[in-house]
């Protein structure tokens, strides 16, 4: 089992739909947790980071469940621009750094 | 301006060969990484340098061999490649480690 899962999609929506993404994590000592996004043949970049009470930065919302070890990324009035693979990230306690990535959600917006 | 840069950013070669990919951060940052995304698109860490001490080296084939010249600079030089180590290595840095991490463009390598 991976030690954080996601669902690889991909998601096809209409442009102004909403969409959620979710993702949860094996490791309980797992400290840090961010959603990326990677577009096409380019490089990770971090989206947003996520609190325990959950964050909001426009139109994404994240959400943490540590009793859950549940993670999810709300996406309001999808934009062509959206569309990426979203990566689930965490960090666990004292590994200097490692991020541990999921496979990536793949979302797809269409006109 | 570019903060994470990395060349080659394309690296075809023959099985066998033993090739470099060469990684720089303008950034002032303390922490560098090498990542591994296979055709699978999972994304792992290889290995992390702080201040041009090893601080992570996963279980990657010593074949694999990282060098941090000095803290702008973090190298992969990798020997006698085979077919599996077809990949996109990206190289990564941040402030401090468990800080946020800025990815380079990747260098796509593909062993024939």
């Known amino acids: 089992r991976k030690e954080v899962e996601q669902d690889p999609g991909p998601f096809n929506v209409p442009e102004g739909a909403t969409v959620a993404f979710n993702c949860t994590y094996s490791?309980?000592?797992?400290?840090?947790f961010f959603w990326y996004r990677q577009d096409c043949r380019k490089e990770p970049k971090l989206l947003m980071s996520?609190?325990?009470s959950g964050n909001e930065d426009g139109r994404f919302t994240a959400q943490l469940n540590r009793a859950s070890q549940y993670i999810s990324l709300l996406i309001r009035d999808s934009k062509l621009s959206d569309s990426a693979t979203y990566l689930c990230?965490?960090?666990?306690?004292?590994?200097?750094?490692?991020?541990?990535f999921g496979q990536g959600t793949e979302l797809s917006v269409k006109p | 301006d570019t903060a994470v840069s990395q060349t080659p950013k394309y690296l075809v070669t023959q099985m066998g060969n033993d090739k470099s990919i060469k990684c720089e951060q303008n950034?002032?940052?303390?922490?560098m990484y090498w990542y591994k995304q296979d055709s699978k698109k999972f994304l792992k860490i290889m290995f992390s340098y702080n201040n041009k001490e090893l601080i992570i080296n996963e279980t990657v084939p010593n074949r694999f061999s990282p060098k941090s010249p000095d803290k702008a600079h973090l190298n992969l030089h990798i020997n006698s490649l085979e077919l599996g180590d077809s990949a996109v290595y990206f190289c990564a840095s941040s402030r401090d480690s468990g800080e946020t991490q800025y990815f380079g463009p990747g260098t796509r390598l593909l062993v024939l």
């Open positions: 490791n309980s000592a797992s400290q840090s």
């Open positions: 990230v965490v960090n666990r306690r004292g590994q200097g750094g490692k991020l541990i």
């Open positions: 950034l002032g940052h303390d922490t």
């Open positions: 996520v609190y325990s």
